[in-house]
């Protein structure tokens, strides 16, 4: 036996260039009332651009709205 | 569940005639190649393109009558190659190579290509005003592919160095079902053929599939089927994953206005989200890291993506022009002999 296998592995949340928040790991989506989301596979995506008709999941539709965002933070004035 | 056989489809001319008639004989007799293959069309040429969708079936599965051994007999990969030959010409014709500053973000180029989708709009026309018929129709195409989802793309993974070939393995494990054979996309796709009252049988509608659809198979087999093209085989993943999650969206939206239940719907709608995910991870961590440890195959990625969009436009072009003119986009059932 694998004697790490029982640790859960860290999640990471890595945004994506012009597109959604890739979540790995062994996370749980709740809504505010506890409510745990159902998620069927290991990797989900994250509706960055808020146009999604699946929210919070991603639908692909920020390619239909031009979004863009970079993968790294962003640079603002107060950064 | 059995395994994968077919039957020998009917010949469309003289390549796929004499091809089936030797494969009906003992493995590696009686086939000499073809000459230079003289073909005006190639992407829509129904003899060279069912000829080559049978030479490279034989990789897939088991053809009724076909000793296994014809798999790897050198005169079939002679015979395939002179196929292969017009098939590659024409693909470098329609796909334009990529450009010198394209390569310094192959993301972004991926982007930029999937952007500018050269295709008509039939997910569009199908989500709003296709018939049932219609929708039957292209399923039965999408059968020839969507009922081996993800395999041609497999063959990718003993070639690929380590980072992008994790990023290949992450999407194929959820293309496989993340471990449940219920979840598995190509058995989603055999659940919604049988809930659309069509046969789920692996092959059944060969006949029917006309050369434009057996090339877009073609394309990926060819893709996977020669290291050479492991570029443009990450490319067309990269491009079918970018431009899946909406269409699949439609699909599933004109199942239900056409009254379908979910059992037909759940492989649209498992796409929209899988493919939200996938889509992200095949153009930035297998495309953009193969581009990064391979820089040499960085221009293929692109050529496979481009290659795959000009095939689907040809595709969805024949649908839509078939069904403007009142007819089917299928070929004839074939005619029972006497």
């Not at chain 1, 809504?31 to 290991?42: I, K, V, W, Y």
């Not at chain 2, 050529?303 to 986009?329: C, I, N, Y």
């Amino acid at each position: 036996m694998d004697p790490d296998a029982e640790q859960p592995s860290p999640v990471t949340i890595t945004p994506y260039p012009d597109g959604p928040y890739l979540v790995r790991g062994d996370f749980v989506v709740r809504d505010q009332e506890g409510n745990e989301l159902p998620t069927e596979r290991q990797t989900i995506a994250l509706c960055r651009c808020g146009k999604s008709q699946m929210r919070p999941f991603c639908d692909g539709t920020h390619k239909l709205i031009g979004f863009r965002a970079p993968s790294g933070q962003e640079s603002w004035p107060g950064g | 569940m059995a395994g994968r056989l077919i039957e020998l489809p009917s010949p469309r001319g003289p390549l796929s005639g004499r091809l089936f008639e030797a494969l009906e004989g003992p493995p590696d007799q009686g086939l000499e190649a073809p000459s230079a293959i003289d073909s005006f069309d190639p992407i829509a040429d129904e003899d060279l393109q069912l000829a080559l969708y049978v030479a490279y079936e034989i990789h897939y599965s088991g053809i009724r009558g076909v000793d296994e051994r014809w798999e790897w007999a050198p005169s079939l990969l002679a015979f395939r190659a002179e196929l292969e030959r017009p098939f590659e010409a024409a693909l470098d014709e329609l796909a334009e190579p990529a450009a010198g500053e394209e390569l310094a973000s192959v993301g972004a180029a991926l982007q930029a290509i999937v952007a500018d989708d050269p295709g008509p709009p039939l997910s569009r026309y199908l989500e709003t005003q296709g018939t049932l018929e219609q929708m039957h129709e292209h399923v039965i195409h999408r059968s020839a592919y969507q009922l081996k989802e993800a395999d041609p793309h497999s063959w990718a993974i003993p070639r690929l160095s380590p980072r992008p070939k994790a990023a290949l393995l992450e999407v194929q494990a959820d293309e496989y079902g993340g471990g449940s054979a219920e979840r598995m996309h190509s058995v989603l796709f055999a659940k919604t053929m049988t809930a659309l009252g069509l046969d789920p049988t692996y092959g059944a509608y060969l006949d029917r599939l006309p050369g434009v659809t057996l090339a877009t198979v073609n394309l990926i087999s060819l893709f996977g089927l020669h290291r050479r093209r492991r570029g443009a085989l990450v490319g067309h993943l990269a491009g079918f994953e970018m431009t899946s999650s909406i269409p699949n969206r439609r699909y599933g939206n004109a199942l239900r206005r056409l009254g379908c239940g979910r059992e037909a719907t759940h492989f649209y709608d498992e796409h929209v989200e899988a493919d939200a995910v996938h889509e992200n991870i095949a153009a930035w961590d297998l495309a953009g890291g193969l581009a990064a440890d391979e820089p040499e195959v960085a221009a293929d990625i692109l050529f496979g993506a481009r290659a795959l969009l000009q095939l689907e436009a040809r595709w969805a072009t024949h649908l839509m022009d078939s069904w403007e003119r009142g007819e089917s986009s299928l070929r004839e059932p074939a005619a029972v002999p006497a």
